[in-house]
């Protein structure tokens, strides 16, 4: 069973406007969130993450966003630049810091159009 | 600059092959990870390692075993390496409570 989904396998935003990508968790022990951008033929690079004792965390363009109660987080782009396109991974972990490793969605593909 | 590298781009090999895929971090971190990347099915993880000599079963280790015998390099075997094997492998490292960094990756085809 499936315990991070993100639903929209793609997503396309035109230049300059706000990308939004969603992800839902099933395991309510998860407690620390994380987005990972990642390019073809290349690992996954770190982009934000939030601990579920905040709502929102933000860095530079990225801002992520965490309703616990919905089990729901999101990811905002703004303004979305033609760099921003590839796959964004959401991920969390349990409580033990990470250590067991993280549980990843499937990915969504963003595609930024001039 | 925090690293960590895999020892090759990209593999081939035989159905039938023992292969080794070899990671190294150069931040003294405490956990290792060895995930595989497949299209539409995300990162799912294989083994993974929070001390020298220790190491745990993840989601999909069938098929699969790990050597953690230093602190700095994580070594995944594929014993008899199968088609349904092919497949983007990446390694991992982390302390308690940060993210983990990611190496390149290992393409690995088995014909």
């Known amino acids: 069973d499936q315990q991070v989904k993100q639903n929209s396998p793609s997503l396309s935003v035109q230049e300059g406007r706000i990308s939004i990508l969603n992800c839902d968790y099933t395991n309510s022990m998860f407690d620390y969130f994380l987005w990972y951008k990642k390019y073809p033929a290349e690992g996954p690079t770190f982009l934000i993450s939030?601990?579920?004792?905040?709502d929102k965390n933000e860095d530079g363009r990225f801002t992520v966003f965490l309703n616990k109660s919905a089990k729901h987080l999101s990811l905002h782009i703004v303004p979305s630049q033609p760099g921003d396109s590839a796959v964004y991974f959401c991920?969390?972990?349990?409580?033990?810091?990470?250590?067991?490793?993280?549980?990843f969605g499937k990915g969504t593909h963003l595609i930024i159009q001039p | 600059d925090v690293k960590v590298t895999q020892s090759s781009r990209y593999l081939v090999k035989r159905t039938g092959e023992k292969v080794f895929l070899e990671c190294v971090q150069d931040?003294?971190?405490?956990?290792m990870f060895w995930y595989r990347q497949d299209p539409g099915l995300g990162l799912r993880l294989i083994y993974f390692?929070?001390?020298?000599?220790?190491?745990e079963k993840g989601d999909i280790p069938e098929g699969y075993s790990v050597s953690r015998e230093k602190k700095e390099r994580f070594s995944l075997i594929l014993e008899s390496a199968s088609t349904n094997q092919t497949s983007m492998y990446l390694c991992?490292?982390?302390?308690?409570?940060?993210?983990?960094?990611f190496g390149q990756g290992t393409r690995l085809t088995v014909v």
């Open positions: 939030i601990s579920s004792i905040k």
């Open positions: 931040m003294d971190h405490e956990n």
């Open positions: 991920a969390a972990s349990g409580s033990g810091g990470g250590a067991d490793g993280l549980t």
């Open positions: 991992a490292s982390s302390n308690m409570n940060t993210e983990a960094f």
């Open positions: 390692s929070y001390d020298v000599k220790m190491k």
